[in-house]
């Protein structure tokens, strides 16, 4: 009988252990960057939101390209590339931004030490993201503010692989550069040229759905709404402040504890603490995308967000806009 017994306990764990097991959900995540303005993921992954609503969340890092493609392709679940997935509404592919962690670019345009100002720019190359990509629309932006036509006065020039390393080769003599890359070059001796932050207020560092998506699987699309408010609301808090930097610290494998000390401290020049961002942000956003991908239809806000997820889960958090 006491074998009997034991032999039904080892069934029943082993039941127990595969249904523990299939509960969590692996979720695929497109993302384009290593910007702090993604740290509300990275502080839900490694606080254990995502499974705490059943999924086994996987970052994929990519180019912006990459990313559309695989998201339209449904090779992954969802996309952070905020601009990404606007072109993909844009160009006839149903698909919603469900949550923004920034509403205004953290990019720099950072030069090289002779370059001390907008006009030692004529002539000179800027390194952006690949055509269409976050950093490009941002290049071309900042140097219309700054007097200077792209393609006439200064060339961008697309980039795959790391501006930071192009900018210290002589790839380029200037180039955007997110957190932390443009703390880096500030440390370097690079010169700070303009805050694209200061300049226009849109948002970055979200992420959405394909309407598939929301609509065959709401529960897991809210799961990912409020983890990722959770890790958004647990970043913010000051009380939780040396843990924060403990993550960053072991998400961006950094050796230099101010380093990501400044990297927070950058963070709170953008964020969208609600994850909502602004109305006339947004508009900004999609006219830009629509007219580099050469749409001419007109969309509207509502035709790019939905953010009931985001209402739901903070009423069920009984958090308030802020």
Known sequence: MIILW???LSIFISRAD????TSVKKVRMGIQSTNIGFLPFHVA???GFYREQGIDLETIFMSTQAVNAAFVRGDIDYSAAVNGIIQTIVRGNPAKILACAVDR???SLIARKEIRGPQDL??????GSTPGGTATLMADTGLKHLGLEPGRDVTVVPLRGNRLTA?????????????PENIIALDKGYNEILFIGDIVNFPQNGFGAS???IQESPDEVYGMVRATLLGSLFSLDSRNREEVLNIIVKQWKLSDRRLASEMLRQLSRGVARDMAAKPEGMQLMIDMVRQDSKVSQPFTVSQIVDYSFLEKARQDLNVGRQ
């Not at 900018?167 to 957190?179: D, F």
């Open 6 to 8: 034991l032999l039904m």
């Open 18 to 21: 595969v249904h523990g097991q």
């Open 45 to 47: 992954y490694h606080k």
């Open 167 to 179: 900018l210290e080769s002589g790839a380029v003599e200037a180039a955007l550069l997110g957190v």
């Open 122 to 127: 004529r002539g000179k190359r800027i390194g």
């Open 105 to 107: 670019p953290l990019q």
């Open 211 to 213: 309407a598939r998506k």
